[in-house]
């Protein structure tokens, strides 16, 4: 039951951190560049030695299709090998879904991603932009047990209330959006009591995540953009039931390249990486007490 595999490994590792390997190329280091003598092979060796690094003390990673696909047919291997290896290495893998934009790019995306496993995950996270209508091809995978699915309604980016907070009717878009995955997902419960149909939330907006987590007792919500600087473990907790269950809080750059907030050559981004996700545990863990 995959969201209940998420819920075990968090609690297990009182930690509700998701490390986010999307980077600006700048993130890499010079040294692994140099070393690798190309954009792909430098990213995957970059991408390995943190999962590798981060795995006893991380429950879960992940990984932007868009990013990998930018870099070609080398960089959707370099993919599915992540992936592969983000599975072995026990981690719980979200991905980020190619763009869906209709009816027919949501069924080619299931098929593809779900049936065929092609790209190895245990949760995608799509936009809920286009409605039901590009939700539903994912539910009969999410109604076996063997996979999840997590709806974006509250971005964290700053624009993001230009079009997510516009009311609608008596509720905002981004409400709209959640009480729609609600609908959608309110019968697909793993044992932990939440729905393999969860969303993704702002982190820099206390207010929706305390008014989502009061609304909807069986969404899980990931909390996106700590890295931002409207995001913080306060506004964070708001998103944990009573028991400190039903959120994970995603962060990427400001683990995965700590280096350049060190100001260091980065030749010791791995330790950076590794005392940023103990820093992200301890800040969440102030905030949220997990039983």
């Not at 075990?8 to 890499?28: A, E, M, Q, T, Y």
């Not at 003598?37 to 990984?63: I, N, Q």
């Not at 905002?172 to 969303?199: D, F, K, P, Q």
């Amino acid at each position: 039951m995959s969201i209940d595999l998420l819920h075990d490994k968090i609690r297990k590792l009182k930690n509700p951190s998701v490390i986010d390997f999307g980077i600006k190329w700048h993130c890499l280091p010079q040294h692994l560049l140099e070393e690798e003598g190309s954009l792909v092979k430098a990213y995957g060796r970059f991408c390995r030695e943190l999962m590798t690094a981060l795995k006893d003390f991380v429950p879960a990673v992940r990984f932007p299709f868009g990013a990998f696909a930018l870099l070609g047919a080398e960089g959707i291997e370099l993919l599915r090998s992540l992936l592969n290896e983000a599975k072995e290495m026990d981690y719980y893998v979200l991905l980020d879904s190619p763009e869906i934009l209709s009816p027919w790019a949501a069924d080619k995306t299931a098929d593809s991603i779900f049936m065929a496993d092609s790209f190895p995950c245990d949760a995608l996270i799509i936009s809920s932009f286009i409605g039901s209508d590009g939700v539903k091809p994912f539910l009969p995978y999410c109604k076996d047990g063997s996979k999840s699915l997590f709806v974006v309604v509250r971005s964290p980016n700053k624009s993001a209330s230009e079009m997510q907070d516009l009311l609608s009717g008596t509720r905002l878009v981004h409400v709209a959006a959640s009480e729609m995955a609600n609908r959608l997902g309110e019968t697909i419960l793993g044992r932990c009591g939440y729905s393999h149909v969860g969303v993704v939330a702002s982190a820099g907006s206390a207010d929706s995540l305390r008014n989502l987590r009061m609304k909807h007792n069986r969404l899980f919500l990931v909390v996106d953009g700590l890295d931002y600087p409207s995001g913080n473990a306060k506004n964070c907790s708001f998103a944990f039931d009573r028991f400190g269950y039903g959120g994970a809080v995603c962060a990427g750059p400001s683990v995965t390249a700590a280096w350049l907030a060190a100001e260091t050559d980065g030749k010791d981004y791995i330790a950076q990486a590794q005392q940023a996700a103990e820093r992200m545990k301890k800040n969440l863990n102030r905030y949220v007490t997990i039983l």
